[in-house]
Each structure stands twice: as structure tokens, then as C-alpha cells.
């Protein structure tokens, strides 16, 4: 069975850094592109970022500015996301995304909080 | 970054009626685009795929349909499991985008 589990959320000022993990298993991790959406509280759907299986293609949301970093380990079927110079509006359960178009290949894991706040 | 604009925003609706959402992109994507089903507290859950394709497991009465810049979800008689947000998502470029969300309401 298909499991993706973020963990690093958490409290953060302003202006601070934050780094988001996620573990992959039940799949070939290594095989398939894999992405980071964040959801406000009450709030709609925002993706954020994704990577191609073998880290030679990597596109983020305009709105990001360059502050935000992600990248995978194949090796240890992890993705990450490095989130520098954080804001207010950077608030929100991200979660990480198999986002496969095609049937029963498409997974979300639970999501993680992050909150920025002073 | 292609817009996704979705109408209604909220959408008010009795069990058994036939509900429908628009979804419409600022630049074709030809069909490439999915819906989702979210309920409070839970991740999303990928309903349709390529416009009209049906995922694995999905109740049949849930159709899409369009292409190009226009899109349509229809629910074809609403059972209470079906009280959620729904969401639209290009992904005919690489930077994937969402749209706003419908939240369909018990009238």
C-alpha cells in the first residue's frame, strides 16, 4: 500500500527557515514525479513545487520568489522542501503529492502544519 | 501561470438534485485536467482525470466533460457523501495550478 508522510511542520517567525520531509513507501519511489501543495487554513489549493524522478526538472509557483528549495533522495524514497525567508501567508498544511493523472496512481500523504508567526 | 477559475464559488443543494461546476482556464490545456474532492480535515481525493475519465472507484453518478478552456463537473443525484469542496487542476504545463474551489452546501 501507497503511504507519503511529511513531518517537520511547525511554529516559525517570521523571516525564518523551515525544511519539510516526506517518506515514501509502498511504491517505486524513484519512478515517479513527485510534488508539494499547500492548503491555507480555510483556504483553497495552492501547488508549490514539483520534481522530476531523477531531479533533472524542477518548476515552482511564480508566487514563491526563489525562497522556496525542493529536492529527493531517491535512495531513501524522501522529498523535501526547504522553505527560507518564510511570511505570514507562507501559513498552511503542506502536503506532499504523487499527483499521477492516471488511474489509482494518485496520493496525497496527511499534510503537515506550518505556522508563521511571531 | 495559467489561471483556473472556477463558478459558483459555493454551491447549495439537495440530496437527489443534479449538480454541476464550471471550471474554465485563462489558455487552452486541451483536456488535461483533474478534479478533486476534499472534505474537511482530509487530503484531497482525485475524482476525474483527463476531463472525463473516471478514477478507480468512483461513483458513477460523478461525470466531467470539456475541453480546451472550458470544463464541467457534474454530479448526476447527490447522495450526502457528496457535501465536500471540489477543485479543478491544470496540469497541461509544468507549473500545475488549482483552482479556487467549490464548496456544495446541504440546502
Known amino acids: 500500500e501507497v503511504h507519503l508522510v511529511e513531518s517537520g511542520g511547525g511554529l516559525v517567525k517570521p523571516g525564518g527557515s523551515l525544511r519539510l520531509s516526506c517518506a515514501g513507501s509502498?511504491?517505486?519511489?524513484?519512478?515517479?514525479?513527485m510534488h508539494w501543495v499547500r492548503q491555507a487554513p480555510g483556504k483553497g489549493l495552492e501547488w508549490v513545487s514539483s520534481?522530476?524522478?531523477?531531479?533533472?526538472?524542477?518548476y515552482y509557483a511564480d508566487s514563491l520568489k526563489g525562497r522556496f528549495t525542493i529536492s529527493r533522495d531517491n535512495a531513501n524514497s524522501s522529498l523535501c522542501l526547504q522553505m527560507n525567508s518564510l511570511r505570514a501567508e507562507d501559513t498552511a498544511v503542506y502536503f506532499c503529492a504523487r499527483l499521477a493523472a492516471a488511474p489509482g496512481l494518485n496520493y496525497w500523504g496527511q499534510g503537515t502544519l506550518v505556522t508563521v508567526s511571531s | 501561470d495559467i489561471q483556473m477559475t472556477q463558478s459558483p464559488s459555493t454551491l447549495s443543494a439537495s440530496v437527489g438534485d443534479r449538480v454541476t461546476i464550471t471550471c474554465r482556464a485563462s489558455q487552452s490545456i486541451i483536456r488535461w485536467l483533474a478534479w478533486y474532492q476534499q472534505k474537511p480535515g482530509k487530503a484531497p481525493k482525485l475524482l476525474i482525470y483527463k476531463a472525463s475519465s473516471l478514477e478507480s472507484g468512483v461513483p458513477s453518478r460523478f461525470s466531467g466533460s470539456g475541453s480546451g478552456t472550458e470544463f464541467t463537473l457534474t454530479i448526476s443525484s447527490l447522495q450526502p457523501d457528496d457535501f465536500a469542496t471540489y477543485y479543478c487542476?491544470?496540469?497541461?504545463?509544468?507549473?500545475?495550478?488549482f483552482g479556487q474551489g467549490t464548496k456544495l452546501e446541504m440546502k
Open positions: 520534481i522530476s524522478s531523477s531531479s533533472t526538472s524542477i
Open positions: 487542476q491544470q496540469y497541461n504545463s509544468y507549473v500545475y495550478t
Open positions: 509502498g511504491f517505486t519511489f524513484s519512478s515517479y514525479i
